[in-house]
Each structure stands twice: as C-alpha cells, then as structure tokens.
T-cell receptor, first 113, second 114 residues
Framework: AQKVTQAQTEISVVEKEDVTLDCVYE???????LFWYKQPPSGELVFLIR??????QNEISGRYSWNFQKSTSSFNFTITASQVVDSAVYFC??????????FGDGTTLTVKP | GAGVSQTPSNKVTEKGKYVELRCDPI?????LYWYRQSLGQGPEFLIY????????DSGLPNDRFFAVRPEGSVSTLKIQRTERGDSAVYLC????????????FGNGTRLTVT
C-alpha cells in the first residue's frame, strides 16, 4: 500500500516570497510516477507537475520547480515569487504502474498581498 | 474539448435511501477513477476502471457501494442504504490510461445524507 505524508498542514506567505511544499511517500513499487495537484477554493483538482521515479533530474517549469530524491522518498515542490492566485490546497500523489494514485491530506497555502 | 462532467453537483438524501452519481469522462479517456473527499482531507481512492472493467475496487468501503461503466465511457457510482457517514464530495477523474498519465478531475458531487 502507498502512503503519503505532507507534514505542513498550513503555510502562509506574503506575495513574492518563495515557498516549498514537502512530500514524503511510501511505496512498494520500484517504478512509479509522482504528481502534484492544486485544489483552489473553487474545488476542482488540477494537475500541476509529474516526475517519474527513474529520473532524478530536478526540473523547473515557469514559477514551479521540484526536487525529487528517491533515496529519501521525498518529492518537494517550490513556487517561486508566489502570487495571491497560488492560494489553494496542494496535494502530492504517487501513482503506481497499476494505475492508482494515492493522495496526501494536502497543504493549505495562503498567499497574502 | 470538454472536461470531466459530474452530475448532480449536489445531492441531499435521507438516511437509508439509494443514490446514483454520474460521471462523464473526457472523450477518449480509457481510465476512470472514483475518489471520495471529506472536509480537510485528501481524496480517498474508491475504484478504478480501465475500459469497462473494474481494474481495482479495493477502496470501496463496503458492499453498499457499487460502480459500473458498461460501455467504457460514462460511469455511475451507486450507494445503497445511505448512512450519514457517506456524506462527502465524490470526485470522478479520467486519464488517457497510459502509465504516468495525470488524472483530470470533475467538480465533484457533494452528497449530504440527513
């Protein structure tokens, strides 16, 4: 079974600050994918980024970047120069080759103007 | 194209009644998922379809819950003898079905059992 721990329940930052959201996961699969999703106040979950388990190269996409370390089972997500519109609940979700995603309980990010 | 559509958006029912929740996935998506989300928690996996068959139904909490996808497109989640603890937002998602495809979620159905 998979398990996801997002230790930060709530984070509050001021606009333009950088913020990192932590995720630690457990899985028995040797290959898998990792996702981050965003759930704004409107409620619809939206896919943000994806990382596969066999490539530890960290990436940047616009204001988003992520740090994947398989040895520590961590998949952290950073928003650079945060904006008020980034306020949402963020979920980390490992996804197995069998097709199932397991979600953490999320981190609520509040970006204040 | 259109996203994942879920109907109704809200459903209020009395304890003991039967309810059906409908999901219309993105056209061409072979994989379809049902999740349940309670306040302050992440989505909890219920069942996953690949085509018409249930590939994994390990998340269904008990035999009151059942889901079908008879033609490999629209899916219906059925809950018998509803209980107050079934109150939650029921989320449907679809994906292209290939390994690593992200999930595309609908807006959910908010079920309230009184």
């Amino acid at each position: 079974a998979q398990k996801v721990t997002q230790a930060q329940t709530e984070i509050s930052v001021v606009e333009k600050e950088d913020v990192t959201l932590d995720c630690v996961y457990e899985t028995r699969d040797t290959t898998y994918y990792l996702f981050w999703y965003k759930q704004p106040p409107s409620g619809e979950l939206v896919f943000l980024i994806r990382r596969n388990s066999f490539d530890e190269q960290n990436e940047i996409s616009g204001r988003y970047s992520w740090n994947f370390q398989k040895s520590t089972s961590s998949f952290n997500f950073t928003i650079t120069a945060s904006q008020v519109v980034d306020s949402a609940v963020y979920f980390c979700a490992p996804h197995t080759n069998a097709g199932k995603s397991t979600f953490g309980d999320g981190t609520t990010l509040t970006v204040k103007p | 194209g259109a996203g994942v559509s879920q109907t109704p958006s809200n459903k209020v029912t009395e304890k003991g009644k039967y309810v059906e929740l409908r999901c219309d996935p993105i056209s061409g998506h072979t994989a379809l998922y049902w999740y349940r989300q309670s306040l302050g928690q992440g989505p909890e996996f219920l069942i996953y379809f690949q085509g018409t068959g249930a590939a994994d139904d390990s998340g269904l909490p008990n035999d009151r819950f059942f889901a079908v996808r008879p033609e490999g497109s629209v899916s219906t989640l059925k809950i018998q003898r509803t209980e107050r603890g079934d109150s939650a937002v029921y989320l449907c998602a679809s994906s292209g079905g290939t390994v690593g495809s992200p999930l595309h979620f609908g807006n959910g159905t908010r079920l309230t059992v009184t």
